[in-house]
Nanobody, 116 residues
Framework: VQLQASGGGLVQAVESLRLSCAAS????????MGWYRQAPGKQRELVAA???????NYGDSVKGRFTISRDDAKNTVYLQMSSLKPEDTAVYYC???????????WGQGTLVTVSS
């Protein structure tokens, strides 16, 4: 499984940005797809996740501002980020787990920088 994340960049606070993660596998029945982020000096944290059961989860700090979605025809998962804050600055990674017992696959990360 290969994942190609893109869409990061430098934006100002309150602006929006959309990240994309293109997968090399059919994602229609993938067990788990998610976005994580890691800021300098901090641990990697869950931002948003989507499961094959249709469940979505969000980190507390992004609820109401970020939305995860997927386009099965393009084998791509998106992260729409709105009302960005400087504290959202981090490298964002996408992760895929094909089945509950499978290994995790990570994308290469895309840097998001939010200026105040």
């Amino acid at each position: 499984v290969q994942l190609q994340a893109s869409g990061g960049g430098l934006v100002q606070a309150v602006e929006s940005l959309r990240l994309s993660c293109a997968a090399s596998v059919t994602i229609a029945r993938v067990y788990f797809m998610g976005w994580y982020r890691q800021a300098p000096g901090k641990q990697r944290e869950l931002v948003a996740a989507s499961t094959s059961a249709g469940v979505t989860n969000y980190g507390d700090s992004v609820k109401g501002r970020f939305t995860i979605s997927r386009d099965d025809a393009k084998n791509t998962v998106y992260l729409q980020m709105s009302s960005l804050k400087p504290e959202d600055t981090a490298v964002y990674y996408c992760k895929v787990r094909v089945s509950p017992w499978a290994t995790d696959y990570w994308g290469q990360g895309t840097l998001v920088t939010v200026s105040s």
